[in-house]
Protein backbone atom coordinates (compact mmCIF):
# COMPACT_ATOMS: atom_id res chain seq x y z
CA UNK A 1 0.00 0.00 0.00
CA UNK A 2 2.86 2.43 0.85
CA UNK A 3 4.53 1.82 -2.90
CA UNK A 4 1.49 2.28 -4.28
CA UNK A 5 0.68 5.71 -2.67
CA UNK A 6 4.53 6.57 -3.74
CA UNK A 7 3.78 5.78 -6.98
CA UNK A 8 0.08 7.63 -6.84
CA UNK A 9 1.93 10.80 -5.64
CA UNK A 10 4.99 11.05 -7.94
CA UNK A 11 2.48 10.30 -10.73
CA UNK A 12 0.26 13.50 -9.00
CA UNK A 13 3.73 15.15 -9.20
CA UNK A 14 4.17 15.00 -12.99
CA UNK A 15 0.82 16.04 -14.07
CA UNK A 16 1.40 19.24 -12.01
CA UNK A 17 4.58 19.74 -13.21
CA UNK A 18 3.14 18.73 -16.98
CA UNK A 19 0.38 21.75 -16.67
CA UNK A 20 2.39 23.86 -14.78
CA UNK A 21 5.25 23.66 -17.75
CA UNK A 22 3.17 24.08 -20.52
CA UNK A 23 1.58 27.07 -18.78
CA UNK A 24 4.94 28.34 -17.94
CA UNK A 25 6.34 27.57 -21.93
CA UNK A 26 3.49 30.06 -23.55
CA UNK A 27 4.74 33.13 -22.17
CA UNK A 28 8.66 32.20 -22.57
CA UNK A 29 8.04 31.48 -26.56
CA UNK A 30 6.43 34.89 -27.47
CA UNK A 31 9.44 36.37 -25.21
CA UNK A 32 12.12 34.09 -27.37
CA UNK A 33 9.90 35.13 -30.61
CA UNK A 34 10.16 38.92 -30.01
CA UNK A 35 14.33 38.74 -28.92
CA UNK A 36 14.35 37.34 -32.27
CA UNK A 37 12.63 39.56 -34.68
CA UNK A 38 14.34 42.43 -32.37
CA UNK A 39 17.86 41.07 -32.82
CA UNK A 40 16.94 40.74 -37.11
CA UNK A 41 16.01 44.51 -36.85
CA UNK A 42 18.80 46.04 -34.84
CA UNK A 43 22.38 46.67 -35.70
CA UNK A 44 24.33 48.53 -32.82
CA UNK A 45 26.38 46.16 -30.94
CA UNK A 46 25.59 47.25 -27.73
CA UNK A 47 22.03 46.41 -28.61
CA UNK A 48 22.68 43.35 -30.12
CA UNK A 49 24.39 41.96 -27.40
CA UNK A 50 21.97 43.04 -24.67
CA UNK A 51 19.48 41.15 -26.39
CA UNK A 52 21.50 38.15 -26.41
CA UNK A 53 21.78 38.44 -22.73
CA UNK A 54 18.03 38.30 -22.69
CA UNK A 55 17.75 35.50 -25.24
CA UNK A 56 20.44 33.10 -23.33
CA UNK A 57 18.39 34.09 -19.59
CA UNK A 58 14.79 32.59 -21.81
CA UNK A 59 16.76 29.66 -22.94
CA UNK A 60 18.34 28.73 -19.44
CA UNK A 61 14.91 29.03 -17.94
CA UNK A 62 13.01 27.21 -20.77
CA UNK A 63 15.98 24.42 -20.37
CA UNK A 64 15.17 24.67 -16.74
CA UNK A 65 11.56 23.80 -17.55
CA UNK A 66 11.94 21.02 -19.44
CA UNK A 67 14.89 19.15 -17.40
CA UNK A 68 11.93 19.42 -14.15
CA UNK A 69 9.64 17.50 -16.33
CA UNK A 70 12.33 15.16 -17.48
CA UNK A 71 13.44 14.05 -14.35
CA UNK A 72 10.07 13.73 -13.25
CA UNK A 73 8.73 11.75 -15.47
CA UNK A 74 11.89 9.32 -15.15
CA UNK A 75 11.40 9.27 -11.52
CA UNK A 76 7.79 8.29 -11.94
CA UNK A 77 8.51 5.52 -14.35
CA UNK A 78 6.28 7.40 -16.59
CA UNK A 79 9.08 7.65 -19.57
CA UNK A 80 9.36 4.55 -21.36
CA UNK A 81 10.77 4.17 -24.39
CA UNK A 82 8.85 3.88 -27.88
CA UNK A 83 11.31 1.90 -30.04
CA UNK A 84 11.40 1.97 -33.65
CA UNK A 85 14.15 1.42 -36.24
CA UNK A 86 15.05 4.79 -37.97
CA UNK A 87 17.78 6.16 -40.31
CA UNK A 88 20.02 8.24 -37.85
CA UNK A 89 20.33 11.36 -40.24
CA UNK A 90 16.82 11.80 -38.78
CA UNK A 91 18.27 12.51 -35.70
CA UNK A 92 21.54 14.05 -37.26
CA UNK A 93 20.00 16.55 -39.63
CA UNK A 94 17.46 18.54 -36.99
CA UNK A 95 20.41 18.05 -34.48
CA UNK A 96 22.82 20.30 -37.01
CA UNK A 97 20.17 23.00 -37.55
CA UNK A 98 19.97 23.54 -33.92
CA UNK A 99 22.91 23.53 -32.80
CA UNK A 100 24.84 25.09 -35.92
CA UNK A 101 23.50 28.63 -34.98
CA UNK A 102 24.66 28.45 -31.21
CA UNK A 103 28.49 27.39 -32.71
CA UNK A 104 28.50 29.74 -35.20
CA UNK A 105 27.47 32.49 -32.37
CA UNK A 106 30.53 31.29 -30.20
CA UNK A 107 33.52 31.16 -32.96
CA UNK A 108 32.92 27.47 -32.95
CA UNK A 109 33.29 24.83 -36.13
CA UNK A 110 30.30 22.50 -35.98
CA UNK A 111 30.89 19.31 -37.97
CA UNK A 112 28.41 16.81 -38.40
CA UNK A 113 29.64 13.33 -40.42
CA UNK A 114 26.82 12.24 -42.71
CA UNK A 115 25.63 8.56 -42.17
CA UNK A 116 23.57 6.22 -43.58
CA UNK A 117 23.11 3.83 -40.61
CA UNK A 118 19.87 2.55 -39.32
CA UNK A 119 19.19 1.95 -35.16
CA UNK A 120 16.92 0.16 -33.04
CA UNK A 121 16.02 3.23 -30.27
CA UNK A 122 13.58 5.29 -29.23
CA UNK A 123 14.10 8.46 -31.55
CA UNK A 124 13.13 11.15 -29.12
CA UNK A 125 15.06 9.43 -26.65
CA UNK A 126 18.37 9.32 -28.29
CA UNK A 127 17.92 12.85 -29.62
CA UNK A 128 17.73 14.17 -26.24
CA UNK A 129 20.97 12.45 -24.83
CA UNK A 130 22.91 13.47 -28.21
CA UNK A 131 21.51 16.79 -27.85
CA UNK A 132 23.32 16.88 -23.66
CA UNK A 133 26.31 15.77 -25.33
CA UNK A 134 26.33 18.71 -28.23
CA UNK A 135 25.08 21.09 -25.48
CA UNK A 136 28.02 20.86 -23.36
CA UNK A 137 30.71 20.61 -25.82
CA UNK A 138 29.89 23.91 -27.62
CA UNK A 139 29.26 25.36 -23.78
CA UNK A 140 32.44 24.46 -22.46
CA UNK A 141 34.69 24.66 -26.13
CA UNK A 142 36.19 28.24 -25.90
CA UNK A 143 37.88 27.86 -29.35
CA UNK A 144 38.02 25.15 -32.52
CA UNK A 145 35.68 22.66 -32.87
CA UNK A 146 33.14 19.83 -32.25
CA UNK A 147 31.96 17.01 -34.24
CA UNK A 148 29.28 14.71 -34.49
CA UNK A 149 29.46 11.40 -35.88
CA UNK A 150 29.46 8.00 -35.57
CA UNK A 151 31.16 4.44 -36.52
CA UNK A 152 30.55 0.64 -35.91
CA UNK A 153 31.71 -1.49 -33.10
CA UNK A 154 30.52 -5.36 -33.52
CA UNK A 155 26.40 -5.48 -33.88
CA UNK A 156 26.21 -1.68 -32.08
CA UNK A 157 27.17 2.40 -33.05
CA UNK A 158 29.37 4.28 -31.38
CA UNK A 159 27.57 7.85 -31.45
CA UNK A 160 30.62 10.27 -30.51
CA UNK A 161 30.65 13.77 -29.68
CA UNK A 162 33.98 15.18 -29.78
CA UNK A 163 35.00 18.61 -28.82
CA UNK A 164 38.55 20.67 -28.31
CA UNK A 165 37.69 21.97 -25.10
CA UNK A 166 39.26 22.25 -21.49
CA UNK A 167 39.13 18.24 -20.69
CA UNK A 168 38.18 17.03 -17.68
CA UNK A 169 40.42 15.77 -14.83
CA UNK A 170 40.25 11.92 -14.52
CA UNK A 171 39.03 12.38 -10.74
CA UNK A 172 36.05 13.73 -11.57
CA UNK A 173 34.58 11.90 -14.42
CA UNK A 174 31.94 10.08 -12.46
CA UNK A 175 30.91 12.95 -10.98
CA UNK A 176 29.80 14.98 -13.77
CA UNK A 177 26.74 12.63 -14.58
CA UNK A 178 25.76 13.37 -11.05
CA UNK A 179 22.47 15.59 -10.44
CA UNK A 180 23.32 19.80 -10.24
CA UNK A 181 27.56 19.15 -10.36
CA UNK A 182 28.99 21.55 -12.59
CA UNK A 183 32.93 21.67 -13.16
CA UNK A 184 35.05 24.46 -12.11
CA UNK A 185 35.33 25.63 -15.62
CA UNK A 186 31.96 27.20 -15.92
CA UNK A 187 33.59 29.72 -13.93
CA UNK A 188 35.01 30.86 -17.28
CA UNK A 189 32.13 31.56 -19.10
CA UNK A 190 28.81 34.24 -18.87
CA UNK A 191 26.69 33.19 -16.08
CA UNK A 192 24.12 33.19 -18.56
CA UNK A 193 25.57 30.43 -19.81
CA UNK A 194 26.41 28.32 -17.03
CA UNK A 195 24.16 25.09 -17.23
CA UNK A 196 22.28 23.44 -14.38
CA UNK A 197 24.28 20.72 -13.33
CA UNK A 198 21.50 18.01 -14.93
CA UNK A 199 21.55 17.50 -18.71
CA UNK A 200 24.21 14.88 -18.36
CA UNK A 201 22.45 13.16 -15.67
CA UNK A 202 18.84 12.53 -17.81
CA UNK A 203 21.48 11.67 -20.29
CA UNK A 204 22.67 8.61 -18.54
CA UNK A 205 19.02 7.93 -16.80
CA UNK A 206 17.49 7.92 -20.27
CA UNK A 207 20.71 5.68 -21.13
CA UNK A 208 19.88 3.66 -18.67
CA UNK A 209 16.26 3.24 -20.02
CA UNK A 210 17.09 1.93 -23.41
CA UNK A 211 19.90 0.02 -22.23
CA UNK A 212 22.39 2.01 -24.17
CA UNK A 213 25.98 2.84 -22.74
CA UNK A 214 27.00 5.87 -22.48
CA UNK A 215 31.15 6.64 -21.98
CA UNK A 216 33.44 9.44 -21.45
CA UNK A 217 36.97 9.92 -22.02
CA UNK A 218 38.65 13.08 -21.92
CA UNK A 219 42.05 14.37 -21.85
CA UNK A 220 43.15 17.79 -20.00
CA UNK A 221 43.60 20.87 -22.11
CA UNK A 222 43.03 19.18 -25.46
CA UNK A 223 39.40 17.74 -25.70
CA UNK A 224 36.38 15.30 -24.55
CA UNK A 225 34.10 12.29 -26.17
CA UNK A 226 30.76 11.63 -25.01
CA UNK A 227 29.42 8.34 -26.73
CA UNK A 228 26.21 6.13 -26.30
CA UNK A 229 26.51 2.82 -27.90
CA UNK A 230 23.01 1.95 -29.78
CA UNK A 231 22.23 -1.44 -31.55
CA UNK A 232 22.63 -1.19 -35.25
CA UNK A 233 19.43 -2.63 -37.97
CA UNK A 234 19.92 -3.31 -41.25
CA UNK A 235 21.09 -1.08 -43.60
CA UNK A 236 18.25 0.69 -45.79
CA UNK A 237 18.61 2.95 -48.53
CA UNK A 238 17.84 6.82 -47.22
CA UNK A 239 16.86 9.30 -50.09
CA UNK A 240 17.39 12.36 -47.84
CA UNK A 241 20.92 12.92 -46.81
CA UNK A 242 21.68 14.29 -43.31
CA UNK A 243 24.29 16.88 -44.53
CA UNK A 244 23.75 20.03 -46.69
CA UNK A 245 26.72 21.57 -48.70
CA UNK A 246 29.28 22.75 -46.24
CA UNK A 247 28.64 26.11 -47.41
CA UNK A 248 26.09 28.10 -44.92
CA UNK A 249 22.19 28.74 -46.16
CA UNK A 250 22.49 30.22 -49.60
CA UNK A 251 20.03 32.84 -50.15
CA UNK A 252 16.38 33.24 -48.43
CA UNK A 253 14.55 30.74 -49.19
CA UNK A 254 11.83 31.40 -47.21
CA UNK A 255 11.41 34.94 -49.34
CA UNK A 256 7.86 35.71 -50.68
CA UNK A 257 6.18 32.43 -48.61
CA UNK A 258 2.78 33.13 -47.46
CA UNK A 259 2.28 31.61 -43.60
CA UNK A 260 -0.65 31.31 -42.09
CA UNK A 261 -0.39 30.91 -38.25
CA UNK A 262 -3.27 30.17 -35.91
CA UNK A 263 -2.50 30.43 -32.25
CA UNK A 264 -5.11 31.44 -29.28
CA UNK A 265 -2.60 33.70 -27.82
CA UNK A 266 -2.24 37.16 -29.54
CA UNK A 267 0.70 37.29 -28.04
CA UNK A 268 2.21 34.77 -29.62
CA UNK A 269 0.73 35.33 -32.88
CA UNK A 270 2.69 39.26 -32.46
CA UNK A 271 5.82 37.67 -32.26
CA UNK A 272 5.25 34.68 -34.72
CA UNK A 273 4.42 37.16 -37.62
CA UNK A 274 7.47 39.67 -36.14
CA UNK A 275 9.84 36.65 -36.70
CA UNK A 276 8.44 35.24 -40.19
CA UNK A 277 8.24 38.87 -41.39
CA UNK A 278 11.82 39.15 -40.93
CA UNK A 279 12.68 36.05 -42.93
CA UNK A 280 10.56 37.83 -45.79
CA UNK A 281 7.55 35.49 -45.16
CA UNK A 282 4.12 37.12 -45.91
CA UNK A 283 1.88 36.35 -42.80
CA UNK A 284 -1.17 35.81 -42.09
CA UNK A 285 -2.70 35.26 -38.68
CA UNK A 286 -6.27 33.79 -36.80
CA UNK A 287 -6.82 32.98 -33.26
CA UNK A 288 -9.89 30.12 -34.52
CA UNK A 289 -10.50 28.10 -37.41
CA UNK A 290 -13.18 30.87 -38.13
CA UNK A 291 -10.29 33.37 -38.57
CA UNK A 292 -8.30 30.91 -40.96
CA UNK A 293 -11.15 30.32 -42.76
CA UNK A 294 -11.90 33.82 -42.84
CA UNK A 295 -8.40 34.89 -44.59
CA UNK A 296 -8.48 31.83 -47.08
CA UNK A 297 -11.98 33.45 -48.71
CA UNK A 298 -9.90 36.10 -49.03
CA UNK A 299 -6.77 34.51 -50.21
CA UNK A 300 -5.95 34.44 -54.02
CA UNK A 301 -4.84 30.63 -54.00
CA UNK A 302 -3.65 28.62 -51.41
CA UNK A 303 -1.32 29.36 -48.63
CA UNK A 304 2.85 27.51 -48.60
CA UNK A 305 2.31 26.32 -45.35
CA UNK A 306 0.26 26.42 -42.12
CA UNK A 307 1.66 26.33 -38.70
CA UNK A 308 -1.09 26.10 -36.31
CA UNK A 309 -0.92 25.51 -32.40
CA UNK A 310 -2.43 22.25 -30.75
CA UNK A 311 -3.90 23.37 -28.09
CA UNK A 312 -6.57 26.00 -29.04
CA UNK A 313 -9.75 27.25 -27.50
CA UNK A 314 -12.93 25.10 -26.36
CA UNK A 315 -11.19 22.10 -26.50
CA UNK A 316 -10.15 22.97 -30.34
CA UNK A 317 -6.90 21.14 -31.53
CA UNK A 318 -4.65 22.51 -34.42
CA UNK A 319 -5.11 19.38 -36.26
CA UNK A 320 -9.13 19.70 -35.96
CA UNK A 321 -7.91 23.07 -37.67
CA UNK A 322 -5.79 21.90 -40.52
CA UNK A 323 -8.34 19.00 -41.27
CA UNK A 324 -10.91 21.55 -41.69
CA UNK A 325 -8.89 24.07 -43.34
CA UNK A 326 -7.80 21.14 -46.02
CA UNK A 327 -10.64 20.68 -47.31
CA UNK A 328 -10.73 24.52 -48.94
CA UNK A 329 -7.26 24.01 -50.86
CA UNK A 330 -6.71 23.03 -54.16
CA UNK A 331 -3.93 21.10 -53.55
CA UNK A 332 -1.49 19.96 -50.39
CA UNK A 333 -0.52 22.05 -48.33
CA UNK A 334 1.94 21.27 -45.65
CA UNK A 335 0.87 21.50 -41.56
CA UNK A 336 3.29 22.35 -39.03
CA UNK A 337 1.69 21.68 -35.65
CA UNK A 338 3.54 23.63 -32.52
CA UNK A 339 3.00 22.63 -28.73
CA UNK A 340 4.12 22.81 -25.64
CA UNK A 341 2.72 19.19 -24.90
CA UNK A 342 5.47 17.10 -24.82
CA UNK A 343 3.10 13.70 -24.00
CA UNK A 344 4.37 10.95 -26.32
CA UNK A 345 0.68 10.64 -27.22
CA UNK A 346 0.13 13.98 -28.65
CA UNK A 347 3.59 13.53 -31.05
CA UNK A 348 1.99 10.41 -32.34
CA UNK A 349 -1.43 11.95 -32.84
CA UNK A 350 0.52 14.75 -35.19
CA UNK A 351 2.78 11.60 -36.97
CA UNK A 352 -0.43 10.14 -37.91
CA UNK A 353 -2.15 12.55 -39.23
CA UNK A 354 1.08 13.50 -41.55
CA UNK A 355 2.29 16.28 -40.26
CA UNK A 356 5.44 18.10 -38.92
CA UNK A 357 5.73 18.91 -34.88
CA UNK A 358 7.78 21.25 -33.27
CA UNK A 359 7.80 21.98 -29.61
CA UNK A 360 7.37 24.90 -27.86
CA UNK A 361 9.14 27.24 -26.98
CA UNK A 362 9.67 27.65 -30.40
CA UNK A 363 13.49 27.99 -31.61
CA UNK A 364 13.87 30.62 -34.04
CA UNK A 365 16.88 28.13 -36.42
CA UNK A 366 14.60 24.93 -35.59
CA UNK A 367 11.59 26.63 -37.34
CA UNK A 368 13.78 27.59 -39.87
CA UNK A 369 15.14 24.54 -40.71
CA UNK A 370 11.91 22.83 -40.55
CA UNK A 371 9.89 25.23 -42.22
CA UNK A 372 12.87 25.08 -45.57
CA UNK A 373 13.04 21.41 -45.63
CA UNK A 374 8.91 21.10 -45.52
CA UNK A 375 8.27 23.41 -47.85
CA UNK A 376 11.04 21.92 -50.31
CA UNK A 377 9.61 18.74 -49.52
CA UNK A 378 6.31 19.67 -50.62
CA UNK A 379 7.22 21.85 -53.83
CA UNK A 380 8.79 18.18 -54.92
CA UNK A 381 6.10 16.49 -55.05
CA UNK A 382 4.37 15.95 -58.38
Known amino acids: ?23 LLQPLNAARLFTSALMQNVTASDTQRTIGHID ?44 EVMADDRGLDLDVVPTQQWVDSDPQMLR ?63 ESEKGLGLGLSIADRMSRVLDHPIKVRSWEGVGTVFSVSVPIVAA ?25 CIDNETLILEGMTAMLSGWGCEVFTATSIGGAKSILRNMDGDPDAILADY ?59 LLTRTLQASRAKP
Open 128 to 190: RIVQNFLSNAIRYTQEGRVLLGCRRQGGRLLIEVWDSGPGIPESKLTEIFQEFRRLDQVSRHK
Open 1 to 23: QAKQLAEDANASKTRFLAAASHD
Open 56 to 99: NSLQAAEELLGTLLDISKLDAGALTPRRSHFALADIFRPLRAEF
Open 236 to 260: REITAAVQEPSGRRSGNKLAGTRIV
Open 311 to 369: HLDNEVTGLMALEALSERFAGAVPGIVITADRTEAVAEEIKRAGYQLLLKPVKPAALRA
